[in-house]
Structures are given as structure tokens and as C-alpha cells.
């Protein structure tokens, strides 16, 4: 399959590490050219140092949820490439843990700021480049809280419903424009992010992370994890000509997730 994505360029937010950067890798294993930003030095660093940091990888320092930053990194970006053929909206955080009432007000605009604003300004400047290219895909990270209720985790659930409800509107607004826009909703993801999520829960609830871990890998039919490279994949899909056809749609990569709680 490789040559599938060949010549298409890519920008991926939060593309150093976990999802965004296993998707950099399906992406870049089929051909493309990838932008990828991230806000931590630490993972960059490993980036650059990666014998997959070539003529078509390339990676920026960005606070995807601040602006100045992000136009700062279009500019950059413009420096190589006038035109892109997709843009993956991938950053987002967890968010806190805990009941409304206990919740902080810092941490749900924090939250809201990350996993929604920042697609705007992605969004915003990516367009431009997308129409013109003439066409192309962009790819929102949602998650199963994004159509489901998530207890304990209001803000990613607020967070993630509006991701729906943007990928659902842009893919109105651009379909004229051959630009494609979907939502893809990850299901329980092998990686630290889930370890993190695990261990504040079982902190909230007074119980133990394995227990925690069982029933989040019950919450699907299937019953087991996902892997950062099912989401990759399903990128390259959406990316790539096979599904010059498919726009509007908020996708499940999740084993059949069933229940979120
Ligand atoms: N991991 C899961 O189980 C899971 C499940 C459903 C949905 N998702 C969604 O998938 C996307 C990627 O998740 P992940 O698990 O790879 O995330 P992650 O927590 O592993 O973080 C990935 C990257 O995001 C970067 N990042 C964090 N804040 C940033 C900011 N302000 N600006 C730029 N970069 C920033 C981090 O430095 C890191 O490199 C997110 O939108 C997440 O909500 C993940």
C-alpha cells in the first residue's frame, strides 16, 4: 500500500507523541509529507532524533490553543508548502476527573480551549491551503464521549460533542469545495494517556486501576484494547482517494464501543 498517500501533505496538532504521532508514522510509511506541531519539547526532540525525520517529516513547537502560536506555525509551514492535501485537528487533552461540583472552573475552559478552540485556529488557516489544493480531508479526533455521556468527565465530553457538531457543520460549509470533514471517535486506546486516565479514576473512586481497567476494556462488544496505529490507519483512509466520496461522518474506531461510565 505504499505510494497511497504519495505527494499528499499532511498537518497534524499534538503529532509528537501517542495517536497523533503513530498516525504521522502510518502517513508517512505510505508516502506522504507530514507537518507535524506539538506544545512538548521533550517529544520533539525524540521526533528529530527519529530515523523517520527525513526530507518529508517536519516538526514544530506549538500551543495548539494559542493563536499566535498557531498562526506563528502557518507561517512556517507556508515556507514549504502553499497548498496542503489534509489537516488532522488531533489535540486533545483528558481533561479533569470528577463530579460537577468539584470541578474547577480553570480546568473546564482549560479543557474546552485545548479539545475545540484550537481546531478553529487550525482550521482557519488550513482551509485556505485546502482549497487551494482544490480539495481534501480534514479529520477531527472526537472520542465515544463524543456521542455518549461520560460521568466524571464533563468537560472532554462537552469538549467532544462540539467536536461532532463542528465536523458536521464544516463538512456542510466546504463540501462545494471538494474539502471533506470527519470525526473520527477512538475507543479505549493502549498507550499513557489511558494509563493516566485509569489512575485518576481509581483515585476518584477509591478503587483499583485494574478494576477501572476491566471495565473500560467491557465498555465494547469486541472487549479489548485499541491501538494508536487503528486511528493511523483510518487517517490514511480518509486522506487518501478510496474515500473521495465519504464527508459528514463521525467514525468509530472503538470495537463497538457500547456504553462510556
Ligand atoms: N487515548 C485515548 O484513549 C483516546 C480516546 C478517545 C479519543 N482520544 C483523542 O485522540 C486525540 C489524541 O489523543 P492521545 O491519546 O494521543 O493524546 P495524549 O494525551 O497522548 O497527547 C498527545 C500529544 O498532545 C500534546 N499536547 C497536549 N496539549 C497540547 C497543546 N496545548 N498544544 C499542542 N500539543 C499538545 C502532547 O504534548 C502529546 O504529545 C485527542 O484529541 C484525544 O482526546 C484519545
Keep these: 500500500m505504499f505510494g497511497i498517500l504519495k505527494n499528499k501533505k499532511i498537518i497534524i496538532s499534538a503529532g509528537a507523541s501517542g495517536i497523533g504521532w503513530a498516525t504521522a508514522k502510518v502517513c508517512l510509511s505510505k508516502g506522504a509529507t507530514v507537518f507535524i506541531s506539538d506544545i512538548d519539547k521533550k517529544f520533539l526532540k525524540k521526533v528529530k532524533k527519529n530515523p523517520l525525520n527525513n526530507k518529508r517529516l517536519f516538526s514544530y513547537e506549538c500551543d495548539a ?9 502557518f507561517k512556517q509551514i507556508s515556507k514549504k508548502t502553499k497548498k496542503i492535501d489534509a489537516l488532522i485537528n488531533n ?5 479533569p476527573t470528577g ?4 470541578l474547577k472552573s480553570k480546568d473546564w475552559e482549560e479543557t474546552l480551549k485545548v479539545n475545540v478552540i484550537s481546531h478553529f485556529y487550525y482550521s482557519k488557516l488550513a482551509i485556505p491551503m485546502l ?4 480539495g481534501g480531508s480534514i479529520i477531527n479526533l472526537s472520542s465515544g464521549a463524543g456521542i455518549m455521556g461520560f460521568p466524571l468527565r464533563s468537560p472532554y465530553a462537552a469538549s467532544k460533542w462540539a ?7 464544516l463538512a456542510l460549509e466546504l463540501g462545494k469545495f471538494k474539502i471533506r470533514v470527519n470525526a473520527i471517535c477512538p475507543g479505549t486506546i493502549k498507550g499513557d494517556r489511558m494509563v493516566r486516565v485509569i489512575r485518576d479514576k481509581a483515585k476518584f473512586l477509591k478503587i483499583s486501576k485494574k478494576t477501572i481497567e476491566k471495565e473500560f476494556l467491557s465498555m465494547a462488544s469486541m472487549g479489548n484494547w485499541i491501538y494508536e496505529d487503528d486511528i493511523g490507519k483510518m487517517c490514511s483512509f480518509l486522506i487518501s482517494d478510496d474515500s473521495a466520496r465519504i464527508s459528514g461522518q ?10 462510556l461510565d
Design 99 to 102: 463530579t460537577i461540583e468539584k
Design 163 to 169: 467536536v461532532v457538531g463542528v465536523t458536521k457543520t
Design 91 to 95: 489535540v486533545g487533552i483528558a481533561g
Design 250 to 259: 463521525i467514525i468509530g474506531v472503538d470495537g463497538n464501543a457500547i456504553r
Design 131 to 134: 482549497k487551494k489544493n482544490k
Design 65 to 73: 490553543s494559542n493563536e499566535n502560536d498557531v498562526k506563528n506555525l
